[in-house]
């Protein structure tokens, strides 16, 4: 089981940026990685993944394209998350997962078994 532990959270105004990190102990590659958030009352939702195999694809939720970008260092066992021009809809509890096999729905949090323990983003307008 991949242990996974995120940082890097926080409380900033519209249209800042932050950068996320999820450090990773355990075997990981060949493994879809990624960022999921959850608002209070919300379903938690996929926000952006990469897979640590061959090109390394990414794939982004419709809301966070063109603002946030997933990225990893393999030497570092770590997945990144930067977001830019961040909006109050942003604000949740961001977690980090990871699993090795997955069907077409990349970005469904049900099909992730391995879950950090989230961390903070506020956006303040």
């Known amino acids: 089981q991949v242990q996974l532990v995120e940082s890097g959270g926080g409380s900033v105004q519209a249209g800042g940026s932050l950068r996320l990190s999820c450090a990773a102990s355990g075997y990981t590659r060949s493994t879809w990685m990624g960022w999921f958030r959850q608002a209070p009352g919300k379903k938690r939702e996929g926000v952006a993944v990469?897979?640590?195999?061959?090109?390394?694809?990414?794939y982004y939720a419709d809301s966070v394209k063109g603002r946030f970008t997933i990225s990893r260092d393999a030497a570092k066992n770590t997945v990144y998350l930067q977001m830019n021009s961040l909006e109050p809809e942003d604000t949740a509890m961001y977690y980090c997962a990871a699993n090795k096999h997955l069907g077409a729905s990349v970005l469904d949090a049900a099909l992730y078994s391995s879950w950090g323990q989230g961390t903070q983003v506020t956006v303040s307008s």
């Open positions: 990469v897979y640590t195999g061959g090109p390394g694809n990414t």
